[in-house]
Nanobody, 124 residues
Framework: QVQLVESGGGLVQAGASLRLSCAAS????????MGWFRQAPGKEREFVAA???????YYADSVQGRATISRDNDKNTVALQMNSLKPDDTAVYFC??????????????????WGQGTQVTVSS
């Protein structure tokens, strides 16, 4: 059993930055890909970023150049730094983990555990 808890969301103005954090508990995830997804009202959940066991990173085109995903295996955490936020970034952001080891996962169906989400609202 894995528990994921996100934090760091909030209400910001366009152009601002936010750092989202996800704390995992229950087991070590150093062999696993961890990802961030988001879901805006009335839209499907979409991929934002992922980092695999080898620290390779992957980003959606919509956040490429504005987002940085990182992980700290000692603390069992993953973070998402978002810069130059836009109103289109408004969504609930979810942290997730794929329990299949040594697999790079970019599709939401590949992920086994999800956090409850943290709201990010960007005003224009």
């Amino acid at each position: 059993q894995v528990q994921l808890v996100e934090s760091g969301g909030g209400l910001v103005q366009a152009g601002a930055s936010l750092r989202l954090s996800c704390a995992a508990s229950g087991r070590s995830l150093d062999r696993n890909t961890m990802g961030w997804f988001r879901q805006a009202p009335g839209k499907e959940r979409e991929f934002v970023a992922a980092i695999n066991w080898n620290y390779s990173t992957y980003y959606a085109d919509s956040v490429q150049g504005r987002a940085t995903i990182s992980r700290d295996n000692d603390k069992n955490t993953v973070a998402l730094q978002m810069n130059s936020l836009k109103p289109d970034d408004t969504a609930v952001y979810f942290c997730a983990v794929d329990l299949q080891p040594w697999q790079t996962s970019l599709r939401s169906n590949d992920y086994d555990y999800w956090g409850q989400g943290t709201q990010v609202t960007v005003s224009s």
